[in-house]
């Protein structure tokens, strides 16, 4: 279960830093008050859901192991580095974010409880969508 706490933990902190520059794009580059709360509502959902896991934000820490962890040093090259517009960097958080949270559904299968996956899903479906409205509002540029 160690691992699975330890995949959880990692794509939990995944999630809430994209959604949190999704919810940064919207308020501050938008100036857009029901996408930042939509944003805002996402992340506070999935820290709901985690609370919910085995040992709770405690258990997430304690399988937590950023020393050890092999992937903190491969480094991606090309698109990773560089950025061409607000889009791009809120297409890249999306992206991160809907594969967060389906490596955390998968892995709550592991740990239970049951329901949690629901949940988590139920948000991935939403960020979806807010993916699709801040693309959209932001355009091409």
Known sequence: MDSALRIIDANANRVAEGLRVMEDAARFGLDHAELTALCKRARHDLRAVLESVPGGRLGLLASRDTPGDVGTSIKAEGSETVR?????????????????????????????????????????????????RLGLALGTG
């Open 84 to 132: 061409g517009s607000l889009h791009a960097v809120v297409a890249a958080a999306a992206g991160r974010a809907t594969e967060g949270l389906r490596a955390i559904e998968e892995s709550l299968k592991l740990t239970g409880p049951h329901g949690a996956g629901a949940r988590i899903e139920s948000v991935r479906y939403r960020v979806y969508e807010l993916d699709k």
